[in-house]
């Protein structure tokens, strides 16, 4: 099937910046995937963060992070990522990396197919 790993999570202070990486694999796994970054805070549901078609052209941010949080992805390597700048305490969440078939952009939960087991991302004040 298709696997997604994520990594690059951890503690920092506010202001500052992680690299979250997802590795994608598995028999069914095509670059012609699109891909997503989601997150989910205790006690609220996931939302979307951000959102890349499959050549890597067409990018969709949520609103919170838009001019600060930058997706990309290597297709050679498999690989998506997310540069997460000015980071604030409301950033800290768990983090998901997402797959879907659709090569476009897409910001909706549900139209992932493919979901990876998360990265915590703590911000401190």
């Known amino acids: 099937q298709v696997r997604l790993v994520e990594s690059g999570g951890g503690l920092v202070q506010a202001g500052g910046s992680l690299r979250l990486s997802c590795a994608a694999s598995g028999r069914t796994f095509s670059i012609y995937y699109a891909m997503g970054w989601f997150r989910q805070a205790p006690g609220k549901e996931r939302e979307f963060v951000a959102a890349l078609n499959w050549a890597g052209s067409r990018t969709n941010y949520a609103d919170s992070v838009k001019g600060r949080f930058t997706i990309s992805r290597e297709n050679a390597k498999k690989m998506v990522y997310l540069q997460m700048n000015s980071l604030k305490p409301e950033d800290t969440a768990v983090y998901y990396c997402?797959?879907?078939?659709?090569?476009?952009?897409?910001?909706?939960?549900?139209?992932?197919?493919?979901w990876g087991q998360g990265t915590q991302v703590t911000v401190s004040s």
């Open positions: 997402a797959a879907t078939p659709k090569g476009v952009e897409v910001l909706v939960r549900n139209e992932y197919d493919y």
